[in-house]
């Protein structure tokens, strides 16, 4: 069993639509969380930490449920720039530097 | 640019040739970390050194890979006698052990492409 498992998708959702992308990890010493994106060909950049109380970003809103080792992101009003890959990170432990475990991917493709 | 930054960004080798990749991090970042991303999967992590220190090494990191920071600063990762399954992007990234220093930034990667 991989360590973060993603849907990889794809979806193609209407440019407007609300999409979500779930995630579960099976390590319970996980103790933080992210989401990062990946754009084709290009190096994965942070979107947002994801905290146990839920966090919000504009159109971008992160959930933690730890009882359940499930992440989620939400993306309202899709725009076609949101078009990417998103990936789910976990980190295990809080020691051993900041080495990341990434889920394989969702791929959102926004379209007209 | 102030990024992490590495080089070459493309490589074409043949089979069973020596590759070496290098890496400069974001300055005064401490941490600096290899990971390894193929078609379809996110990136692997390969290993992590802390200043000159490598603390960890993943099982993916054969016997062929080695990776150095002499001096605490730029990073190199070689691949001696590639094989097909080397071909991926080489990410590199850092951070720093300062108090509000957790976020991890990655270099724009290294592509490998064993022929």
Same mark, same amino acid.
Request: charge should be negative; avoid cysteine; glycine fraction near 18%.
């Given at each position: 069993r991989k360590e973060v498992e993603q849907d990889p998708g794809p979806f193609n959702v209407p440019e407007g639509a609300t999409v979500a992308f779930n995630c579960t990890y099976s390590? /319970?010493? &996980?103790?933080s969380f992210f989401w990062y994106r990946q754009d084709c060909r290009k190096e994965p950049k942070l979107l947002m930490s994801v905290y146990s109380s839920g966090n919000e970003d504009g159109r971008f809103t992160a959930q933690l449920n730890r009882a359940s080792q499930y992440i989620s992101l939400l993306i309202r009003d /899709?725009?076609? &720039? @949101?078009s990417a890959t998103y990936l789910c990170v976990v980190k295990i432990g809080? $020691?051993? $530097?900041?080495k990341l475990t990434f889920g394989t991917g969702t791929q959102l493709k926004v379209e007209l | 640019d102030t990024g992490v930054s590495q080089d070459p960004r493309h490589k074409i080798t043949k089979r069973g040739q020596n590759v070496t990749f290098r890496c400069d991090p974001i /300055? #005064?970042?401490n941490r600096l970390y290899w990971y390894r991303q193929t078609l379809g999967q996110g990136p692997e992590f390969l290993t992590y050194f802390q200043n000159e220190a490598q603390l960890e090494k993943s099982r993916?990191? /054969? @016997?062929r890979f080695s990776a150095e920071r002499p001096k605490g600063s730029f990073s190199t990762l070689e691949i001696q !006698?590639? #094989?097909?399954? @080397? &071909?991926a992007m080489y990410l590199c990234a850092s951070s720093t052990? !300062?108090? $509000? $220093?957790n976020t991890i930034y990655f270099g724009e990667g290294s592509w490998l492409t064993v022929v």
């Open positions: 390590n /319970s010493a &996980s103790q /899709s725009k076609l &720039s @949101d809080t $020691g051993g $530097g900041n | /300055s #005064e970042h993916l990191l /054969s @016997d !006698r590639t #094989e097909q399954g @080397d &071909s052990t !300062r108090q $509000g $220093g």
